[in-house]
C-alpha cells in the first residue's frame, strides 16, 4: 500500500505521534518520530528486507578472517613442499603417503591388493 506523502498528513502523524510520546514522559529522535521504531532498536537490528544487517556483517566477516587464514597456511604448506623438494624428497610421493595417512588401514591394504593384482594381470 502505498503511502501518504502529503506534507499535511505527515505533519499530522508526526505530531500525534511526538504527541502521545511526550505524553508518555519519552523523547523521541526524528527517525523514531517517523518509523515509529525506537532509535535502539533500528540500530540493533537493521533489518534490511527481513535480514539482520548486523549479523550478515559478523557471519561474513569471520568466513573472510577464515578465508584469510586458508591462504595463509596453503602458502605454508607450499613452502614445506618447496623445503622437501630442496632437501631431496618427490613432493609427489609425500603427497601420496599424506593421502595414506588419511586413510583406514584396511582401505588402503584393500588398494594395494587390488593395485599389484591389476599390475600381474598387465604383465608389469
Known sequence: MPRNTDPNHIRDVLGAKAARQAAAGKPQTDLEEFTGVPKEQEDRERDVGGVAADRLRS????????????????????????ESKSAGFEPKVIRQIIALRKKEPAEVE???????L????LGM
Not at 586458508?70 to 613442499?81: L, P, Q, T
Not at 584393500?110 to 599389484?116: I, P, V
Open 59 to 82: 557471519i561474513v566477516e569471520r568466513i573472510e578472517r577464515l578465508e584469510e587464514e586458508r591462504k595463509a597456511i596453503g602458502s605454508d604448506v607450499k613452502d614445506i613442499y618447496a
Open 110 to 116: 584393500e588398494q594395494e591388493t587390488l593395485l599389484d
Open 118 to 121: 591389476y599390475r600381474r594381470a
